[in-house]
């Protein structure tokens, strides 16, 4: 009877002691893992349980219990899920599915593309949008209208540049716009015309493409609900667990999307979704009724812009462009307006995020956010310059003292870096995608793809942060290398970065444990392969809350 006692304490005690350890529902095991964590930084086992790290470590026997998926990932690197700090999210499910000109190196092959498309259409009159094209890729001549007048019949085709900033119109487009040589320019943008005959070209920039936008029908909810799901996979195969998301359609068109589509549990990602800015009144009105979403979907950011974009010579300099000095660039909202509504959204406890890409746009704008600061009293804004390109040496040191977020894409500066120093000069560009500076100033920058201006992929993004390579193989050792980072800094900046430019750094962007169980599984250890050969890494595994959201 005592043996009896003794063995029934002795197996209680085992059990207690097995028990004594949480039990993770997957483990993945003989990895490299960064977590982003200073106070741990490297890991070789994670373990997940209802959606959050239970542990990050080395030893997971403990943790493995008679359910636990146990992966072994032979030495493969993990980090966390990355975060695009900012995305025309819903846009780029329909560029998904549109005409791609961004490719296009000539212009007969702009027009071919468009034929192509055009051909595989049926004649029913609907609109053609999309291309993401660039004219700098044929040497920077502007497409006109009659590129594509004699391919797009029974089409109005509006297809806009890669930046966004400039569209071109074929004249059914124009004629059902009214646009014609009478027509003036709308204020923050200009339709460009025909030196000799003054006739509209089909080319319209910034706010001048408001005039087309404006006709084009609205998509149908299905419409908008199958784009969403077509980026959601994109990004998910990339990596991407979360985007903030800056609009596309210019309402509230893309959170009622997103809004569906979790309500219908097809949202297998993180969203921090904006609004435009002048409709900060409504959104203060929302969230005092609905608050600001949860850790799937989330909002309560605006959306603004100073001005245009460099390659549409639009972005707001002190000084005119060298390749076109009649212009200094332009500014796409009323600053009147623009800095009411700053102070107004920030008085309302509203993130404010504006567009500036320009010296003067973005010294402007780090001056109206100085002001909302003096008059709204301190608290934990986090204001946002998104893209913050081109700046004084002065303006890289205000982004710490003003703790605004310098919100960057640095794909833009590979893309850019080609031709930049034409539009500029060799003084200007010294100061431009300033990483390195602004790290070393102690700005809390970020990075993102500005999707679709620019690829989704983070891993191209990190590897052009890191080598700063223009896509023309023009610059091996950098473009401006001494703004160059490393990859640890560019993981950070797409991770833990971004995290706290969403109030998120407390579950989100770093693995340890309690945090939300959000990472990926690379094919190769960036920190150890040469840096040029970052942007061939593949993402093998993306998890999202726990739950493997992408296999490859």
Same mark, same amino acid.
């Given at each position: 009877m005592r043996l009896l006692y003794f063995l029934t304490f002795l197996t209680l005690g085992l059990s207690a002691c097995r028990s004594s @350890?949480?039990? @993770?529902?997957?483990?993945?095991?003989?990895a490299r893992i960064w977590t982003g964590n200073p106070g741990q930084p490297w890991g070789k086992a994670i373990g997940v349980a209802d959606g959050k790290i239970l542990f990050v470590g080395d030893a997971y026997e403990p943790y493995i219990g008679p359910e636990t998926e146990v992966v072994d990932l032979k030495g493969r690197l993990i980090t966390p899920g990355?975060?695009?700090?900012?995305?025309?999210?819903?846009?780029?499910?329909?560029?998904?599915?549109?005409?791609?000109?961004?490719? @296009?190196?000539?212009?007969?092959?702009?027009?071919?593309?468009? @034929?192509?498309f055009t051909d595989d259409l049926p004649n029913d009159g609907r609109w053609i949008t999309g291309g993401n094209w660039d004219h700098e890729a044929w040497g920077g001549e502007l497409p006109r209208r009659q590129w594509i007048d004699s391919v797009s019949s029974g089409h109005p085709v509006f297809v806009s540049r890669l930046d966004g900033h400039m569209a071109l119109a074929n004249s059914q487009a124009l004629a059902l716009a009214n646009i014609t040589k009478d027509t003036p320019d709308p204020e923050g943008g200009t339709i460009v015309r025909d030196p000799s005959t003054g006739e509209p070209t089909g080319m319209l920039k910034d706010e001048a493409m408001s005039l087309v936008f404006g006709i084009i029908p609205e998509y149908s909810e299905t419409e908008l609900d199958e784009a969403l799901q077509r980026s959601v996979e994109h990004a998910l195969s990339m990596g991407v667990t979360q985007v903030h998301d800056v609009g596309s359609f210019g309402g509230w068109t893309d959170l009622n999307t997103y809004q569906r589509a979790k309500k219908k549990g097809s949202l297998p990602m993180r969203i921090y979704s904006f609004i435009p800015l002048s409709k900060w009144g409504e959104l203060a009105e929302y969230v005092k009724n609905n608050g600001k979403g949860d850790d799937e979907l989330r909002w309560g950011g605006l959306k603004g812009f100073v001005d245009g974009s460099l390659g549409s010579t639009t972005a707001w300099f002190y000084d005119p462009y060298n390749d076109e000095p009649e212009t200094a660039g332009l500014v796409v909202t009323d600053t009147n307006d623009l800095r009411k509504w700053i102070l107004a959204a920030d008085s309302a406890g509203l993130q404010v995020a504006v567009h500036a890409i320009g010296d003067r746009a973005n010294d402007w704008l780090l001056n109206v956010y100085q002001d909302a600061e003096n008059r709204n009293g301190p608290r934990d804004r986090r204001f946002r310059i998104e893209h913050a390109q081109h700046l004084t040496r002065e303006a890289i040191g205000r982004f710490a003292g003003l703790s605004v977020i310098p919100s960057m894409q640095p794909y833009h500066a590979i893309d850019d870096g080609r031709w930049a120093e034409k539009r500029i000069g060799p003084e200007r560009i010294k100061t431009t995608y300033a990483f390195r500076s602004l790290l070393d100033a102690n700005a809390p920058l970020t990075f993102g793809s500005d999707w679709t201006v620019a690829p989704l992929n983070p891993l191209e993004g990190i590897y052009a942060a890191v080598t700063r390579q223009t896509l023309d193989g023009a610059n091996p050792n950098g473009w401006v290398p001494e703004e160059k980072i490393t990859v640890e800094e560019a993981l950070h900046c797409y991770t833990a970065a971004n995290a706290y430019a969403g109030f998120q750094e407390d579950k989100l962007g770093i693995l340890k444990p309690g945090c939300l169980a959000d990472f990926v599984v690379l094919s190769e250890n960036i920190f150890d392969i040469a840096p040029e050969q970052i942007k061939a890494v593949q993402v093998l595994r993306t998890v999202v809350g726990g739950k493997v959201a992408y296999q490859k």
């Open positions: @350890a949480p039990t @993770a529902e997957t483990i993945y095991y003989n990355f975060i695009d700090n900012h995305t025309h999210f819903l846009d780029g499910g329909f560029v998904l599915a549109g005409v791609e000109l961004r490719s @296009a190196k000539t212009p007969s092959e702009f027009t071919q593309r468009l @034929a192509d």
